[in-house]
């Protein structure tokens, strides 16, 4: 369904100015196996080509980095999915992502473009093989289709320690 | 119209002398009438009234100086301090403190602030009325014992309680004159003669009651007195060990402290901690020789000196608890008593500042839901009063605060009842008590039967978790049904400097704290031998059998880095929780100084490490956790 403010690339809900209209949110987008994730804006620190990772024990996570003098874990989504994870070859960069001061780096295999739209075009997904707490919803318009996570969750102490030997 | 300049110095001031303010109510509440206690808490009340005055806030001087006419009537003996006043008076220091963040925020007029008018016309009215002071009447006790007391067993001290429980002792004096010099001395002769002013409003035959076995064959005397005596100069009570003495000193001296922005005191530490990784470095290229050693030795001063600048007593953040659970146990009818031990333990300063949250949540929990009523306690056989004890203390690089009470214990059904019915564990499920407990720490969860305004709405617990692990500790908790709960909080001192030795475990490199090394010894399998029930091995080191942990294993260390035969493996005696034990790693480094990062704070709790730092090349290499290695060495043997 197209509104007055979606232009010629179907981003929805970007004016021809480029200002964001009302009730529409940012997402940063990538991809990772072959499907296209969105995390909120706000809630994305950086995102860093590459970086050292040192390896960690007894944790299902890729490992460690230094991020300006502070110690943050990397970590592939797909581990917290209960799925197969990326190899290290294939990742192109890793997404810093902050939530109240707390931090973690998540793999990317390939950014994509910025998504804008407004909260009723994420539409509740059922019967995903992630744990639905993890995405808000899912995008689909004009042949592109994004899960939108849910960070907030994401990063709740107790999920993270699930990845714990 | 506010002094603009000395409006921010009178709102950090002022909140430090209302919280002392605080402190001394409640110790004058346990010795009223006391003539220190009160001059204490005039003297503050005076010192923030004239602060106020000079940072022009003039509603703000008013209402403490109606306060301090109160306390004045009580200085001159006109009024007791009861617990009502007291009370009374603590709702005072609540509103000032109430108006010192409006000013905070900017509110210089204050005006209309909600309660101004009821709280202080709480003084006005019972200045009018009579006072209702101590008992009109009184006894003066004098006992001189016959000389050979071992033959009754006499104890002074007791009988002293006893005639304390009658009423107020208004003195009590020892009279040491015929107490003869040491070499002359025989302890089983009673020189000492007691002389004691009670007021009571019990009759004469309460306190012969309290005398009766002593009045024969010795000289007792209990003289009524119509008139108390106004000045008083003792303790009601003497302080028993290891309780938090109320009476400490608070004599105002010359002030030999500074005040340092902390911002300042941060850059400085950050400044210092680069200071260390950059002379490590230059330390490695540096010929050994004098110029060395100094740099090396003036470094270590550094960092030490520095390190503690931000340390600072737990008391600040401990104290203010006693008026949390004395108000909460007023209007729960409870009779609990706080018991603060180690509040002198020193912590990093932002830490302290951050953990009265938590703590606070912990004691208000006991008060609420740990503690019963006094008559269930009775009916439990326990005493009426029940007790919650903060105990803080430094344990390794930690500091250790527990929070206890001997109330009645957490249900471990309950529990398991609770978890079920929310669908976090199946029917079948078998769980060990830990794993149990660990749900109360679940966000929502809570076994209180109905939420009150305190507890019980189930945020607090893993609020608490959540806060203490951001500040890179972890909370744990015991329990005994029946008996009492302790919560205990583990948290690193400060985000510190430490020194450490750098090993090799498999391709990795780690870290061991100095402090727990004991030694490092090659590794000769002639001292191995396998344990009983072929349960691991144990090494011989000086006389002992310890046991041994292969840190490659017991870390699931990639190994990538050469078979077992190339490495040189070193045992490292390593001082656990509970004994030594020889870790065995595949290469040892050398020593370094490390800045210590946090692992917690980005979620990682990884049992085993400590934390974590960085490399002079940027790398970060983890460090390793003595007290935890040796738990997961005797989990793993267990399997």
Redesign the interface.
Same mark, same amino acid.
């Given at each position: 369904m197209h509104n007055d403010n979606d232009n010629a690339n179907g981003t929805a809900g970007i004016d021809e100015f480029g200002a964001l209209a009302a009730g529409t949110s940012q997402f940063i987008t990538f991809f990772l196996a072959g499907t296209e994730y969105g995390i909120e804006i706000g809630r994305v620190r950086e995102i860093l080509r590459s970086l050292?990772i040192?390896?960690?024990?007894?944790?299902r996570i890729h490992g460690?980095? #230094?991020l300006r =003098?502070? !110690?943050?874990?990397v970590l592939d989504l797909l581990a917290l999915f209960g799925m197969v994870e990326a190899t290290r070859e294939s990742w192109t960069g890793v997404i810093i992502v902050d939530v109240e =001061?707390?931090? !973690?780096g998540l793999v990317a295999e390939r950014m994509s473009e910025t998504l804008a739209c407004t909260d009723p075009e994420i539409r509740p997904v059922p019967g995903s093989r992630i744990p639905t707490g993890f995405v808000r919803g899912l995008y689909a318009h004009e042949g592109r289709r994004v899960v939108v996570l849910n960070v907030d969750e994401i %990063?709740a102490?107790?999920e993270?320690?699930r990845l714990? !030997? | 119209m506010a002094a603009p300049d000395l409006l921010p110095i009178f709102i950090v001031e002022g909140g430090e002398l209302l919280a002392e303010l605080d402190e001394h109510l409640l110790t004058l509440e346990e010795v009223p009438d006391d003539e220190e206690a009160v001059n204490l808490v005039f003297r503050v009340m005076h010192t923030f009234k004239g602060s106020s005055a000079a940072a022009e806030l003039y509603r703000i001087t008013d209402a403490a100086h109606t306060m301090e006419d109160a306390l004045c009537e009580v200085r001159a003996g006109k009024r007791s301090a009861t617990r009502e006043m007291i009370t009374d008076l603590l709702k005072g220091t609540d509103l000032l403190r109430a108006m010192l963040e409006r000013v905070a925020t900017g509110d210089t007029t204050l005006a209309d602030v909600p309660g101004y008018d009821d709280v202080l016309a709480r003084f006005a009215a019972k200045t009018e009325a009579p006072p209702a002071g101590p008992p009109q009447s009184g006894f003066e006790v004098e006992m001189r014992f016959q000389e050979s007391m071992d033959a009754v067993a006499v104890q002074p001290e007791a009988l002293i309680e006893e005639l304390a429980d009658l009423g107020e002792l208004l003195s009590v004096d020892a009279d040491i004159s015929a107490v003869p010099p040491l070499a002359d001395l025989d302890p089983y002769v009673m020189h000492v003669t007691w002389k004691v002013t009670l007021a009571t409003t019990e009759r004469a035959p309460a306190v012969n009651n309290v005398l009766m076995f002593v009045f024969v064959d010795n000289d007792i005397s209990v003289r009524g007195l119509d008139r108390i005596p106004p000045k008083q100069r003792r303790p009601a009570r003497v302080p028993a060990n290891g309780e938090e003495s109320k009476r400490r000193a608070i004599a105002p001296t010359p002030d030999a402290t500074i005040r340092v922005d902390t911002s300042k005191l941060d850059q400085l530490l950050n400044d210092v901690g680069e200071v260390a990784i950059a002379v490590a470095q230059a330390l490695a290229q540096l010929p050994r020789g004098e110029t060395a050693d100094t740099l090396e030795r003036v470094n270590h001063g550094l960092q030490d000196s520095v390190m503690t600048l931000r340390l600072v007593p737990l008391r600040a953040t401990l104290s203010p608890l006693k008026r949390v659970v004395r108000d909460l146990a007023n209007s729960l009818g409870k009779d609990i008593d706080l018991v603060i031990v180690g509040a002198e333990t020193e912590l990093d300063k932002q830490l302290v500042e951050k953990l009265s949250g938590p703590l606070g949540h912990l004691v208000r929990n006991s008060v609420d839901h740990g503690l019963e009523t006094p008559s269930a306690r009775v009916a439990a056989g326990k005493p009426a009063c029940g007790t919650v004890w903060i105990k803080a203390l430094q344990r390794g690089g930690n500091v250790v605060i527990e929070v206890s009470d001997n109330g009645q214990g957490i249900d471990r059904d309950r529990v398991m009842a609770k978890a079920l019915d929310r669908g976090l564990i199946d029917e079948n499920a078998t769980l060990s008590d830990a794993q149990v407990y660990d749900f109360l720490f679940?966000p929502g969860f809570s076994t209180a039967a109905k939420t009150t305004d305190v507890s019980g709405r189930g945020v607090g617990l893993d609020a608490v978790? @959540?806060d203490v692990?951001?500040l890179g500790g972890r909370v744990d908790v015991s329990t005994q049904p029946g008996e009492g709960t302790t919560f205990s909080l583990v948290l690193p001192m400060t985000l510190a400097i430490v020194d450490g030795m750098a090993v090799r475990v498999g391709d990795?490199n780690m870290l061991i704290p100095m402090k727990s090394i004991v030694e490092q010894v090659r590794l000769d399998p002639e001292r191995l031998t396998p344990a009983q029930g072929g349960l691991g091995e144990l090494m011989e080191f000086r006389g002992a059998l310890l046991p041994v942990t292969r840190l490659r294993q017991l %870390?699931?260390? +990639?190994d990538q880095g050469g078979s077992e035969s190339e490495s040189e493996p070193i045992a490292v005696v390593l001082e656990g929780h509970s004994g030594c034990f020889a870790a065995i790693v595949d290469g040892v480094v050398g020593e370094q100084q490390i800045v210590v990062?946090? %692992?917690r704070? #980005?979620?990682? +709790?990884?049992? =085993?490490f400590s934390g974590?730092t !960085?490399l002079g090349d940027? @790398?970060?290499?983890?460090i390793l956790d003595p007290v935890a290695l040796q738990e997961l060495s005797v989990e793993s043997l267990a399997h």
């Open positions: 050292p040192t390896k960690v024990p007894r944790v460690v980095c #230094n =003098g502070e !110690i943050v874990p =001061g707390r931090k !973690i %990063l102490e107790q993270l320690a714990a !030997i | 679940h978790r @959540r692990a951001g990795q %870390l699931l260390v +990639d990062k946090s %692992l704070k #980005n979620f990682l +709790d990884i049992r =085993g974590a !960085i940027g @790398r970060v290499s983890l």
